[in-house]
């Protein structure tokens, strides 16, 4: 995640680097190794993977914010919603990577006994099927037809075996926002309690909730806590952010996983009018460099906006200087073979030169 970054974007690095430093007390394995170094396979324990999710996300916002991309909204699925509160202001950067390393470590203590899927169908249809199969739980709400289920590792197979329609299993350490999360929401209460929190600074859509943040919401630890445990109303969530009219939405992380999913919300809403510009910051199996520097040349083509061009050169030992305002249109004129022997050298020469327009 954001490798090529780190080598090329100083914004980033310095960004990444800080979350580095700022992890440090709270997990035994430095965050650069977790990311990039000999210790990545330890990314497929949930205690590593959230803190490694969040700093990312904390060094391309960053980076967008030196290069002249701010947000006018936010909103945040699952653990991306503690990012999205810093990003609004509700929490610092120490506090956030504090609160983050404590529920990677709450979440790893759970039971690792659970499992969970996609659901291809409507949350309706999936709850009713979910009344046969007692443990299991639908843990996030993504789009009009893509839910999530979590729950015991079993019930969960016998779901997909019998179910009327598609239960993709996912790849996951633990059944997040299921009952063996329980024993988390408690100890993370406590957590965030210690924590100074403060009102959002922008409009900040909560994805416990599907609606607005208020004051309250945002400050009140027993919101953050059950956020472990309860569903992710990230399409609700999607369809209150799109009441702003936005110009564009950008997802921030190493992969577009929510793009699909916030598409798809807006589609069966029956949205109309052009849409917004969908943006991701990175994508899997592309060059960092490339995609982000092809996703701010996309949103200001879109919206208009000017960048902070010498933000994008900090730090680089680039030099800049300046180019004409139009190519030279050049055209080359050859004498017909009949003529070229009666031609003399001072006419084949001037017929050879290219032709300037200014």
């Not at 803190?51 to 936010?74: E, F, H």
């Not at 509160?85 to 929490?91: Q, S």
């Not at 059950?226 to 992710?232: F, G, H, L, S």
Request: aromatic share 6%.
């Amino acid at each position: 995640m954001g490798r090529g970054l780190l080598a090329t974007e100083p914004h980033f690095r310095d960004a990444l680097h800080e979350c580095a430093d700022l992890l440090a007390p709270h997990t035994d394995v430095p965050l650069l190794d977790l990311l990039h170094g000999d210790a990545r396979h330890l990314l497929d324990q949930t205690r590593y993977a959230q803190i490694g999710i969040v700093s990312v996300q904390v060094a391309l916002v960053r980076y967008l914010a030196a290069a002249g991309v701010r947000p006018d909204a936010v909103a945040g699925h699952s653990l991306g919603e503690l990012t999205a509160a810093w990003t609004a202001g509700v929490l610092t950067l120490p506090d956030l990577l504090r609160l983050t390393a404590e529920r990677g470590r709450l979440m790893q203590a759970a039971p690792a006994t659970g499992a969970m899927a996609a659901a291809h169908t409507d949350a309706r249809t999936l709850a009713d099927t979910l009344e046969a199969y007692p443990g299991i739980e639908i843990a996030a709400y993504n789009a009009p037809r893509l839910q999530t289920v979590t729950g015991p590792a079993e019930a969960l197979e016998r779901l997909r075996a019998h179910a009327a329609f598609t239960v993709r299993p996912l790849t996951v350490s633990h059944a997040f926002h299921s009952a063996l999360m329980d024993g988390a929401v408690g100890p993370f209460r406590e957590a965030v309690a210690k924590t100074p929190l403060a009102p959002p600074t922008l409009p900040f859509a909560s994805t416990l909730t599907g609606s607005w943040h208020t004051p309250a919401t945002a400050t009140d630890p027993a919101h953050w806590a059950r956020a472990v445990r309860e569903p992710v109303r990230f399409a609700e969530a999607v369809t209150t952010l799109h009441g702003t009219g936005p110009h564009t939405v950008w997802e921030i992380g190493p992969h577009p996983h929510l793009i699909p999913l916030a598409r798809a919300t807006l589609a069966g809403s029956g949205a109309t009018g052009a849409g917004p510009a969908w943006i991701a910051t990175l994508r899997r199996d592309h060059a960092d460099q490339v995609q982000l520097h092809a996703a701010l040349a996309a949103h200001h083509d879109h919206t208009g906006a000017d960048l902070d061009w010498a933000a994008l050169h900090d730090g680089k030992d680039q030099r800049v200087t300046t180019l004409p305002t139009y190519p030279f249109h050049r055209r080359r004129f050859w004498l017909p073979a009949e003529d070229r022997d009666h031609a003399t050298t001072s006419t084949s020469d001037d017929t050879r030169r290219p032709e300037h327009h200014g």
